[in-house]
Nanobody, 120 residues
Framework: QVQLVESGGGLVQPGGSLGLSCAAS????????MGWYRQPPGRQREFVAS???????EHSDAWEGRFTISRDNAKNTVQIQMNDLKPTDTAVYYC??????????????WGQGTRVIVSS
């Protein structure tokens, strides 16, 4: 059974930094691109960035050069370092494969996410 466990969220002031981590289990994640998604308050979940096992990165416009994504294939973990955070980065952040991992019924599987609040 695939499990995705995100951690590292919290409250940070504008301009601050935060690092998120995700531990994945239940399948061979090294064959997938792993990434981060976020769901701002009142909005749909959106893609932020992903990285393949070979280090190729894809990212959305939210990236703006402020984020760094990395993964440890041996440990099935993926991290994102977010710098110069803005209030618009406030969201629940989720990790997943890119595209999102699906169960046998074709439903996307998500973890609980970790909440990031950027506010003074």
């Amino acid at each position: 059974q695939v499990q995705l466990v995100e951690s590292g969220g919290g409250l940070v002031q504008p301009g601050g930094s935060l690092g998120l981590s995700c531990a994945a289990s239940g399948t061979v994640f090294s064959i997938y691109a792993m990434g981060w998604y976020r769901q701002p308050p009142g909005r749909q979940r959106e893609f932020v960035a992903s990285v393949t096992s070979r280090g190729r990165i894809e990212h959305s416009d939210a990236w703006e050069g402020r984020f760094t994504i990395s993964r440890d294939n041996a440990k099935n973990t993926v991290q994102i370092q977010m710098n110069d955070l803005k209030p618009t980065d406030t969201a629940v952040y989720y990790c997943n494969t890119d595209p999102p991992f699906q169960n046998d019924d074709g439903e996307d599987i998500w973890g609980q996410g970790t909440r990031v609040i950027v506010s003074s």
